[in-house]
């Protein structure tokens, strides 16, 4: 089994910012793309931003230019670095790993953390 601990939500003002990190533990034999996923209240959620093994990024268009993902494979973690804040990022983040934990390929998410974005 695989689990992923998140940190770094809060309450925060527009304009300003917030990291988040997510620590893969448990039984890994190596692990492939990790990312954020996000929901708001009445809303699906949504693709934030994910990194492959190779370092290969995708973000969604509303992100672009304001958060960064990244990724320590010594620490099997992934962080998501979110400047320039809004209202609107105001959501549950969710981290998101795929990993091979003994023979099974598997897809395994966080608990969500909390962001809240002040107007």
């Known amino acids: 089994q695989v689990q992923l601990v998140e940190s770094g939500g809060g309450l925060v003002q527009a304009g300003g910012s917030l990291r988040l990190s997510c620590a893969a533990s448990g039984s890994i034999v190596s692990i492939g793309a990790m990312g954020w996923y996000r929901q708001a209240p009445g809303r699906q959620r949504e693709l934030v931003a994910t990194?492959?093994?190779?370092?290969?990024?995708r973000y969604a268009d509303s992100v672009k230019g304001r958060f960064t993902v990244s990724r320590d494979n010594a620490k099997n973690t992934v962080y998501l670095q979110m400047n320039s804040l809004k209202p609107e990022d105001t959501a549950v983040y969710y981290c998101n790993v795929g990993a091979m934990s003994g023979i099974i390929n598997g897809d395994y998410w966080g608990q969500g953390t909390q962001v809240t974005v002040s107007s």
């Open positions: 990194i492959r093994s190779g370092g290969n990024t």
